[in-house]
């Protein structure tokens, strides 16, 4: 599962934080709501106009990742 987060909204609340003189340090921002990797990539692929039914899902151990 993850959370992704637009880059524009992000971009958007950083001017919003300078315009406002939040003070300096380390902040946390996300848009609302999960998705999992696989419905992620799902929604990419839609977008892009490509027939989503193509993204096909893995387990984690197909990944081959440390």
């Known amino acids: 599962m993850g959370q992704p987060t637009s880059a524009i909204e992000l971009a958007e609340k950083i001017i919003e934080s300078v315009k406002a ?5 380390i ?3 996300t848009n609302a709501g999960s ?7 799902r929604e990419i692929v839609l977008l892009l106009g490509a027939n989503p ?3 096909k899902p ?3 151990t197909m990944l081959n990742r440390r």
Not at 35 to 41: E, G, S
Request: charged letters at 20%; a negative charge.
């Open 21 to 25: 003189d939040v003070p300096m340090g």
């Open 27 to 29: 902040y946390h921002a």
């Open 35 to 41: 998705v999992t990797w696989f419905d992620f990539a």
């Open 53 to 55: 039914e193509r993204v």
């Open 58 to 60: 893995i387990s984690t």
